[in-house]
């Protein structure tokens, strides 16, 4: 078969691995750039309802633990313009 993308689609993947994430940037700044026009009170928001708060938004996504990283990935892809998730094994 063929697949053949819509009109405007936009593609969101989830990495079982959490690869889309950069380990070296904190949760926020991983959060910023998935969403670079979301002003700073909708982002923190956003991670707020994903239970990151206060300092939790200025650790590395390297030191997180695996459930906290699942979470931040979910958050990026909630605040991506992205219109289909491809989810693998979440």
Same mark, same amino acid.
């Given at each position: 078969?063929?697949?053949?993308?819509?009109?405007?689609?936009?593609?969101?993947?989830?990495?079982?691995?959490?690869?889309?994430?950069?380990?070296?940037?904190?949760?926020?700044?991983?959060?910023?750039?998935?969403?670079?026009?979301?002003?700073?009170?909708?982002?923190?928001?956003?991670?707020?309802?994903? *239970?990151?708060?206060?300092?939790? !938004?200025?650790?590395? &996504?390297? +030191? @997180?633990?695996?459930? %906290?990283?699942?979470? *931040?990935?979910?958050?990026?892809? !909630?605040?991506?313009? &992205?219109? +289909? @998730?491809?989810?693998? %094994?979440?």
């Amino acid at each position: 078969g063929k697949v053949v993308p819509g009109h405007g689609l936009k593609l969101g993947y989830y990495a079982q691995e959490h690869e889309t994430l950069d380990p070296d940037r904190t949760v926020l700044e991983n959060m910023r750039s998935s969403a670079p026009d979301m002003d700073l009170v909708a982002i923190r928001k956003t991670l707020g309802s994903f *239970l990151f708060s206060g300092d939790d !938004v200025d650790k590395p &996504a390297g +030191v @997180l633990s695996g459930g %906290e990283k699942t979470r *931040l990935a979910l958050a990026t892809l !909630v605040v991506s313009s &992205a219109n +289909v @998730l491809l989810l693998d %094994e979440p």
